[in-house]
């Protein structure tokens, strides 16, 4: 599940990272998940097996476990329901049928510890995100709150800007800005504390929240993929302690060997050993079934 758009007889509107988007009909998106993955904002060559598997059946039990907080815009992750011309057999596992839905033009990040740009911020000027915390913070230190920390949406290729909530209110309006924090915020207590329960630390989340319109109703929701280790930093309970960074449950071996090699982190990336992938692997199905207590086998696609 890499390469080209897959053809499923469906007008195809847009190509991310990692997925494909089709336009499925009757304001309806389908969503496929590959196995492509990137790194420095750049898409590898070889994909990480079984990734867009744990992509979509994590999103998926993230949707349901958060929708006492915000709808969403999930119809269904089963073959059967997507358009018949997409029923195809190695697409189990990796679609989701959704509503479609005007996307906020900001990204909906909530942080509990220091750490990534927040923490490389805070060392030069004491702020995250343009806001000031308390002084004598360190690496990967627990926050004394979850704050919500949005950013920009950048263009393919551009990186996202960090900016403060005033500017968020500037994007998308007060009211609507204010709904998306609290609503950010909610999710976030709740799935921190799943997963602490599950023997991990969710040190910070994007979520992506839109906007679905019926008639004179106009509802706000939950959209794209949600607490996955490609939106999210996990770390083990045991392997955190404030001053270090623990290695985080994603692609972090991927990263880790980039770096090793001085790329430039322009295209093309180099090549991937088959240890990298395979250790990264393991990582994205570890997480899915520890923290969300589900075999991989037993998702779709097997």
Request: net charge negative.
């Amino acid at each position: 599940m890499s390469g080209d758009p897959v053809d499923v007889g469906l007008p195809h509107v847009h190509r991310g990272k990692v997925r494909d988007l089709y336009d499925a009909g009757d304001d309806r998106i389908l969503m496929v998940a590959s196995d492509r993955l990137s790194a420095f904002d750049v898409v590898m060559a070889e994909p990480v097996p079984d990734k867009g598997r744990v992509l979509t059946a994590m999103s998926a039990h993230w949707f349901e476990e958060l929708r006492p907080v915000v709808g969403n815009h999930l119809i269904s992750t089963d073959l059967a329901d997507v358009p018949e011309s997409a029923r195809l057999p190695e697409l189990a596992g990796r679609v989701m049928l959704c509503r479609r839905a005007e996307m906020l033009p900001i990204e909906c990040i909530v942080r509990a510890f220091l750490t990534g740009s927040a923490w490389k911020e805070y060392r030069e000027s004491g702020t995250i995100h343009g806001t000031t915390v308390p002084s004598g913070l360190v690496e990967a230190e627990r926050l004394p709150e979850p704050i919500f920390t949005p950013s920009t949406k950048a263009a393919v290729g551009d990186h996202d800007e960090n900016i403060n909530f005033d500017r968020a209110v500037d994007l998308v309006g007060g009211a609507l800005a204010d709904r998306a924090r609290s609503v950010s915020l909610a999710m976030f207590e709740r799935a921190a504390a799943r997963a602490e329960a599950a023997g991990f630390l969710l040190a910070d989340t994007k979520f992506e929240l839109g906007v679905v319109r019926d008639g004179d109703s106009v509802e706000l929701v939950l959209a794209d993929e949600v607490l996955t280790p490609d939106s999210s930093r996990y770390w083990l309970v045991g392997d955190w302690r404030p001053g270090h960074t623990p290695q985080g449950f994603d692609k972090q071996p991927v990263r880790d060997f980039l770096e090793s090699l001085g790329w430039d982190k322009t295209p093309p990336p180099p090549a991937l050993p088959d240890e990298v992938i395979a250790a990264t692997r393991d990582r994205y199905v570890a997480v899915y079934e520890q923290v969300c207590g589900r075999s991989l086998e037993d998702w779709p696609g097997a």
